[in-house]
């Protein structure tokens, strides 16, 4: 357990106490019955027991009887846009799917991204997400500003955020997939991404909005567009995010086009390296897994999407073992419907047992440290987030575990991962309630669903030349 920081009498105080606790820690420390001092946007103080007698400033003290307190969890890969397109094409693989929905996604503009991203929002952080990132690569001409649309929705939401700007300049043309007037030109799109990290990134310890360099994947975007976007990246100081290794119809494209596979295609062009991560990973040989591993590329591991779309299993416990930083993600809400991460500690830990290593796979504390310390890893934010450490972030989720779906589940951290979907009584985001008995205190749910199945009906309107 880290040293509690030094009080500070002046400022404000939340704490929360008798819960079980597991802090993701590098020890895995856990607390039976412990208490969290939370001190402004910060972690004061974690340990066993009730908190501390005589604390100053404290204006709110919760008992935390019947639950379990975690860092909370850490998204690393979504497609907000993607929520307003939910439940069609449900039987196809990838590159069928994204010819299916490609020509409706190509008619978004400001007000849908915006809706998209509120009802993306909502849903992950109803479920226990105070960590956020959305990877948007579509850039219709004429559609707005849809960056600075979705990074508003997260910063009234409250919730702390990444967004992936990502790019497309390879169209139907050029080979790719999407039209040709849903992509960008080389130089658009890297003047786009540089506006957008100039505009909007913090590179400060309370980040609240960061901003990643993210063209979309090897079939959608040219040599030049990855290479040069690496280029960006790393003289603005910031993470590289991409799709990887995710079909074998992927893996045969790089083969015909580049004369080798993803891994090395994705290293020859300079996206390998502890600034990186990607996307899905399934088909990875014990070669690609030795270069993530030597160069610290992260893995944004979708277990659900990965089955909607019959990808395949990622080998998770294989990476792991090599030291792959590994998070894990919800995916856009067009493969994986329900939106949220918290069932994907469940769906990660079952899926991966069906593969090569079966029982031994993943266990539930594996899997709660990929949705946490994981994924902040992955972000490039392990110093601030993703465990319950004296000095971090205050961003914590107090799960309910004495009701019906869990009550009889002695293990506070099996009953979270193998049970059923947990009840959020509270969800801290830099010290401040977000989610409060199941229910968000930052935005309206039911006005959001309102206005994103608007937008939902009018962009099929337009798709459809309406």
Known sequence: MA????????????????????????????????????????????????APEGLAGVVRRIDGTGHLLTPGLVNTHHHFYQWLTRGLATDHNLFDWLV????????????????????????????????????HYVHPRGAGDLSAAIIKAASDMGVRFTLARGSMDRGESDG???????????????AATEKTIDRHHDASFDAMTQVAVAPCSPFSVSTDLLRQGAELARRKGVRLHTHGSETVEEEKFCHELFGMGPTDYFESTGWLGEDVWMAHCVHMNDSDIAAFARTGTGVAHCPSSNARLAAGIARVPDMLVA?????LGVDGTASNESGELHTELRNALLINRLGAHREAALNARQALRLGTYGGARVLGRAAQIGSVEAGKLADLVLWKLDGLGHSTIADPVTALVFGAAAPVTLSLVNGEPVVEDNRLTTADEDEIARTARTEARRLARTAAGG
């Open 100 to 135: 299916a929905l490609y020509p409706t996604w190509a008619r978004i503009d400001e007000p849908m991204a915006a809706a998209a991203a509120r009802g993306s929002l909502a849903m992950m952080a109803r479920g226990g997400v105070t960590t956020a990132m959305d990877h």
């Open 3 to 50: 040293a509690p920081a030094s009080p500070d009498s002046a400022v404000a105080r939340t704490v929360i106490e008798n819960c079980a606790i597991a802090t993701v820690d590098a020890d895995d420390t856990e607390y039976a019955s412990g208490h969290v001092v939370v001190a402004g946007n910060r972690i004061e103080s974690v340990g066993a027991g009730p």
């Open 176 to 190: 790719g997939l999407p039209p040709d007037f849903a992509v960008e030109s080389l130089e658009g799109a890297l």
């Open 323 to 327: 030291g792959v930083p590994v998070g």
